[in-house]
C-alpha cells in the first residue's frame, strides 16, 4: 500500500504544522475538526490521513471572518509580497493567497528548477498567451520565466492574428496558453495562410484541461514543437512537466512533477480515502509548504489526477507526481477560457427568469474558438420576445462569459429525450475535445 513516508516530507510538515497550531486560528479550527493532533502528525506519518481537508468554503468562511485575506494570515501588509485569487467567478466567491517576499522568491526558484527541466532558459524568447490578472497563473509566470533570464512577451490582450505576427516578429521559440488557445491559434493561422510549423516555436506549455493522446500528437506534428504541461493551484501547489513533455518518446504520457520537499501533495481515491497507487486515479490534497504568511495543509482541490509513484516516470526522477493531461474536475465544474463554471448556479440563473422548462447547455470548440450554446426550451405562453437577450446578459453578468442562447417552444425533439430510461438527461456536454 502506498505510503505518503515514500513520497514526501511529512516530518517538515509537520514541523510547519506544530508552529501554526500554537498561533494561527485557521490551522487551529483544523485540527479541531481533526481526530487527531499536532503531536501525532510529527510521530506518525499515517495520522495525515485523520487531518481535516481544507476546502474552498471553509477558506471563504475565513475570509468573511476577518477580509481581506482571512485568519489564516498571520503577517502584516507590509510583509507580504504578492496578492493573488483563484480563478472561480465572483458569484462563486474567491480564494484569497498571500505571500512573503523570501516566500515568493523561493517560490520562483522552485519554478526556475522545474522550467530549466523543461529546457527553457536566457535563450528563450517566449509568447505569454495568458491574461496576467489576480489570479496566480498569469503572473507567476511572468516572474518565474523573467528570473531565469527567458524574454517573456506579454501577447494576451492582442488578437489571435496579431499573436501570431508578433510570434513571428520576435521569433519567439515558446507559446505558452491553454491547449485551447493553441488550437485558436492554430486555426488562425490556417486562415491565414500561415504554417505554424514554419515558425521558431519548438516547446508549447498548456494548462487547465485533460487532453487525448492523440491531440498531444497531432498539435506537436502541427507546430513541430512538444507539448509540456503544468498544474497549479492559487494556493501555491505546483507540478511541472520533465524534460519527457507531456508524451515521452515511446508515445506514452509524461508525468508532472513537484518537488516532495516543498509539498506534501497526496492523491487519494475519492471514496475510500486511501492513498491510490502508481497509475491509480484520485483526488489531489495539497499542502504546499510554500507560504509562511499563509500556512495551509490538506487542501481539497476537487481535481482528479492519475498517481506517478517516484522513480516511475522515464525519467528517473524521485520525485512524485501526475500523469500529464489526465487531471479533471470532481465538483462537475467545467472551465472554460480558463473559468470555472458551475452548471447549478447557471441553472438557478436559467430558471429564475420563469419562462425556461428545460435546457442543455453544449460546449464546443467552434473555429478552434470555445463556445457555449445554450438550448432553451421555454414556456410558450409566457416567453417574452428578448428571452435568449435577457438571459444571455444575465449569464454574462454572473460567470463573465458568452453563452449562444437559442429558444424553442416546440418540445417534441426534448421529450424523447426527458422520457424513458434515463430519466435525468445530461444536461451539460463538453464537445471540445472530440
Ligand atoms: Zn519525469
Known amino acids: 500500500m502506498a505510503k505518503i513516508s515514500d513520497f514526501g516530507n511529512w516530518k517538515r ?40 481537508f481544507v476546502m474552498k468554503d471553509d477558506m471563504m468562511e475565513d475570509q468573511r471572518l476577518k477580509p481581506p485575506f482571512g485568519t ?3 503577517f502584516d501588509v507590509p510583509d507580504l509580497s504578492i496578492i493573488v485569487e483563484s480563478s472561480g467567478t465572483t458569484a462563486m466567491g474567491k480564494e484569497v493567497h498571500c505571500i512573503t517576499k523570501p516566500d515568493y522568491d523561493k517560490t520562483m526558484a522552485t519554478w526556475g528548477v522545474s522550467l530549466k527541466q523543461m529546457g527553457i532558459g536566457p535563450k528563450d524568447i517566449i509568447a505569454m498567451t495568458l ?62 495562410g500561415i504554417d505554424v510549423s514554419k515558425l521558431k516555436v519548438r516547446k508549447l506549455i498548456v494548462a487547465t484541461q485533460s487532453v487525448t493522446v492523440d491531440w498531444i500528437k497531432a498539435t506537436e506534428a502541427k507546430w ?3 507539448l509540456y504541461e503544468w498544474y497549479g493551484t492559487a494556493s501555491g501547489m505546483i507540478a511541472f512537466s520533465c524534460g519527457q513533455g507531456m508524451l515521452n518518446d515511446k508515445g506514452e504520457r509524461g508525468t508532472l512533477h513537484w518537488d516532495p520537499d516543498f509539498e ?14 502508481d497509475g491509480q486515479r484520485g483526488e489531489v490534497i495539497a499542502t504546499p509548504m510554500v507560504s509562511e504568511a499563509e500556512p495551509l495543509f490538506r487542501i481539497r482541490t ?44 447557471c441553472e438557478a440563473v436559467i430558471f429564475s427568469l420563469g ?4 435546457y442543455r447547455v453544449r460546449i464546443h470548440a467552434k473555429g478552434g474558438r470555445e463556445a457555449m450554446q445554450l438550448d432553451l426550451l421555454a414556456d410558450g405562453a409566457k416567453t417574452p420576445p428578448d428571452l435568449a437577450h435577457q438571459l444571455g446578459e444575465k449569464l454574462r453578468q454572473q460567470t ?32 471540445r475535445m472530440k
Open 355 to 358: 419562462f425556461v422548462r428545460d
Open 302 to 345: 476537487r481535481d482528479e489526477a492519475t498517481f506517478r509513484a517516484p522513480g516511475k516516470c522515464a525519467c528517473g526522477s524521485h520525485w512524485p507526481g501526475i500523469e500529464a493531461g489526465t487531471v479533471r474536475r470532481l465538483d462537475g465544474t467545467f472551465k472554460v477560457k480558463g473559468v470555472n463554471i458551475w452548471p447549478s448556479h
Open 224 to 226: 513541430n514543437a512538444k
Open 264 to 277: 506534501l501533495n497526496e492523491i487519494r481515491n475519492e471514496e475510500t480515502g486511501e492513498l491510490v497507487e
Open 131 to 192: 491574461p496576467v490578472g489576480m489570479s496566480g497563473g498569469g503572473v507567476k509566470h511572468v516572474d518565474a520565466y523573467v528570473a531565469l533570464g527567458a524574454k517573456m512577451m506579454r501577447l494576451a490582450n492582442l488578437s489571435t492574428r496579431a499573436k501570431l505576427d508578433a510570434m513571428a516578429y520576435y521569433g519567439t521559440t515558446v507559446a505558452i496558453g491553454t491547449p485551447f488557445y493553441i488550437d485558436r491559434l492554430g486555426a488562425i493561422a490556417d486562415e491565414a
Open 72 to 74: 489564516r494570515c498571520t
Open 13 to 52: 510538515a509537520a514541523e510547519l504544522l506544530a508552529t501554526e497550531a500554537a498561533r494561527n486560528p485557521f490551522v487551529q479550527r483544523q485540527i479541531e475538526r481533526s481526530s487527531t493532533n499536532a503531536a501525532e502528525l510529527s510521530s506518525d506519518p499515517d495520522a495525515w490521513a485523520k487531518l481535516a
Open 400 to 431: 463573465g462569459l458568452g453563452f449562444d442562447v437559442v429558444v424553442t417552444e416546440d418540445s417534441a425533439g426534448w421529450l424523447h429525450e426527458t422520457t424513458g430510461e434515463i430519466a435525468k438527461p445530461r444536461r451539460w456536454v463538453d464537445e
